[in-house]
């Protein structure tokens, strides 16, 4: 099951299909799903959570609201976002059952599998750009996706690491994020970074030192690399865009 997670954090920066629809990485990680699920019924003595329920009841009363909808407007996509509830809930459970059981191990996948995942996607970045309205898109459908992405694997490093100091390694992982979020130009993700950089020195993920130098150079740092994001944006604009080129990494349209 944690090879199914750290394959689902790697996997999740490629979309094969159009944004909305499950991609390659989510049908891994469902099979993790049923593989807990599959274990847990075979169990005899295995204890359900009470979060556990109190989750699956959220999404038990979800899909009957949902179902009360469809009763009046008749849309199709009321069951969809049904299924999404499940699989969320599902994903939680998920997570929070690996780190009940192998603690250690499964930290050690999540942190694995974004330090793959960040320098991939920072290789298709650099090596095979791709803009949208001079933004950077990478290897997702939009750059939206690529701010926000990049913005909670930050979150969740910060989160993995809570206990512990960030290494200078560490660092480097959120400069890179940092800097792929700053040439999708998303405007609520700079804002979110700026946020998230301004509680980071109250994080006791980091020293003293860092600290002190997070304080110091934090606004000058948003500063060039906002500049320097859209002087690289001018220069490459023309380079393609998401509807002018006809294949994409990963991708092919018609």
């Known amino acids: ?27 891994i990680l469902f099979t993790g799903m049923l593989m807990m699920v599959f274990y847990t019924l075979s169990n005899s003595r295995m204890v359900m959570d009470s979060v556990y329920l109190s989750i699956l009841a959220y ?15 008749h849309d199709p996509r009321l069951f969809f976002s049904s299924m999404y509830y499940i699989y969320n809930s599902l994903a939680f459970i998920l997570i929070a ?11 050690k996948v999540i942190y694995v599998g974004i330090v793959v995942a960040v320098f991939a996607e920072l290789f298709f970045c650099l090596v095979y750009p791709e803009y949208s309205n001079r933004r950077l898109v990478g290897t997702f459908n939009n750059p939206n996706q690529l701010a926000d992405w990049g913005l909670f ?7 993995l690491k809570i206990y512990r100091r960030f290494t200078l390694f560490d660092y480097v992982l959120l400069f890179c994020m940092l800097y792929m979020q700053t040439l999708s130009l998303s405007k609520a993700s700079l804002i979110c970074s700026i946020l998230f950089f301004l509680s980071l020195p109250f994080s006791p993920v980091v020293g003293r030192t ?33 509807g002018t080129r006809r294949c994409k990494i990963g991708k092919h349209w018609p």
């Open 97 to 107: 059952y690996l780190f009940s059981k192998t603690p250690d191990l499964t930290a």
């Open 210 to 242: 860092s600290k002190a130098f997070i304080f110091f150079w934090r606004g000058h740092c948003f500063y060039y690399l906002y500049v320097f994001s859209l002087l690289h944006s001018a220069k490459t604009g023309k380079a393609g865009s998401c």
């Open 153 to 159: 694997m930050s979150c969740a490093l910060v989160m």
């Open 1 to 27: 099951m944690n090879g199914t997670l750290f394959l689902y954090l790697v996997l999740n920066i490629f979309y094969l299909w159009h944004s909305g629809y499950p991609q390659i990485a989510d049908f």
């Open 59 to 73: 999404s038990a009363l979800t899909i009957v609201i949902n179902l009360i909808y469809y009763a009046y407007l």
